[in-house]
């Protein structure tokens, strides 16, 4: 390992206790039962967290042989000290949009907050899950191109859902990750984290290590996949968590390619995959990171970066009713945001 980048100036004021409480929708009774934001023992748990789970990626990098292992935080830079008085949002009237979505937020390049609705509530955000896994695995340097099976331990013993990689699929683990990604493979995810140093305990481990440096204290993470309930974060911290996971490429590239197709056998054909997120096919729609999710206590999410009236948007909707209802609260907030800056 030649380096290893790790933000820590932010450490003591991120581990001072939060002044209110925070109810975890969703999460498992495990979960549910600590309070993560008032208890006297959370300084001490975030330092634990962060030095003790060094071990976790250190081996996870060392596995990858040389490669240099990078923790990418969001760092504060010149664009977060954008005044929101020069904003164009200002000219938009929210009492004109009504979201289906329980939860929304909508940010620009700078911060600013076009749009937001029930934001600081911690949920459960089923599949979005993905783009942790996804930057924990590129952060360790993890081979690509090492092959990778499915086996027995990947199926899903949650929901029972079904996979089209059945037990004795092969493939790198970067086809893995462009699975998992843009069709939302959970065996992929699970073989992924599987071959984790340590298998899938302390995975999750390196996944909340990851979300504190990402400043995400809002969030909790217990599987790769976001089948457990117990994934839970905050719209704020999905802005976070979008945002620094569109300075991978390779996120960047399988979220918003509309489908692939792999060989997991030898000798027989190929399996082609589709992008979960309908709005690809749409050619009025510019997006560069998209991510959707679904189980039932989550209902359907979807995160996107997407550019709308020529500004760069984060956008999060999560907790809809309905599988095309995130489609249509994003159309809508196109509408909204295009009409009202139309004037």
């Not at 699929?169 to 462009?178: D, G, P």
Request: charged share 25%.
């Amino acid at each position: 390992m030649r380096y290893i980048t790790i933000l820590y100036s932010r450490l003591d004021h991120e581990c001072r206790p939060a002044a209110d409480n925070h109810h975890y929708i969703g999460a498992t009774p495990d979960f549910q039962a600590i309070d993560w934001t008032t208890s006297p023992m959370r300084i001490l748990k975030k330092h634990l967290l962060l030095f003790a789970l060094m071990a976790s990626l250190l081996a996870a990098a060392s596995s990858a042989g040389d490669a240099p292992l990078q923790l990418a935080s969001l760092g504060q830079d010149s664009r977060d000290n954008h005044s929101t008085a020069s904003s164009p949002w200002e000219a938009l009237n929210p009492r004109k949009l009504q979201l289906k979505s329980a939860t929304a937020l909508v940010v620009d390049r700078f911060g600013n907050e076009v749009y937001a609705k029930q934001v600081d509530t911690p949920m459960p955000i089923a599949s979005i899950t993905k783009l942790m896994t996804a930057m924990v695995i590129l952060d360790a340097g993890q081979p690509l191109q090492e092959r990778i099976t499915i086996t027995r331990e990947d199926r899903d013993r949650i929901r029972n859902t079904g996979s089209r990689l059945g037990y004795g699929a092969t493939l790198t683990r970067k086809q893995l990750l462009r699975l998992m990604l843009m069709a939302s493979e959970n065996r992929a995810a699970s073989a992924l984290a599987r071959n984790w140093p340590g298998g899938k305990r302390e995975f999750a481990k390196a996944m909340n290590l990851k979300a504190f440096i990402l400043g995400m204290h809002d969030s909790h993470f217990a599987d790769p996949s976001g089948l457990d309930a117990g994934n839970v974060a905050s719209a704020r911290d999905l802005a976070k968590l979008v945002r620094a996971a569109s300075e991978y490429p390779l996120i960047h590239e399988a979220t918003t390619t509309r489908s692939i197709s792999v060989r997991p056998w030898k000798g027989r054909g190929k399996l082609t995959f589709g992008n979960t997120n309908r709005l690809l096919r749409n050619e009025n729609w510019e997006i560069q990171l998209s991510k959707t999710g679904y189980i039932r206590e989550a209902g359907r999410c979807l995160t996107m970066q997407a550019e709308i009236a020529e500004q760069p948007l984060t956008i999060i909707l999560l907790n809809s009713y309905g599988k095309l209802t995130p489609i249509g609260d994003s159309n809508r907030l196109r509408k909204w945001i295009e009409g009202g800056l139309e004037g």
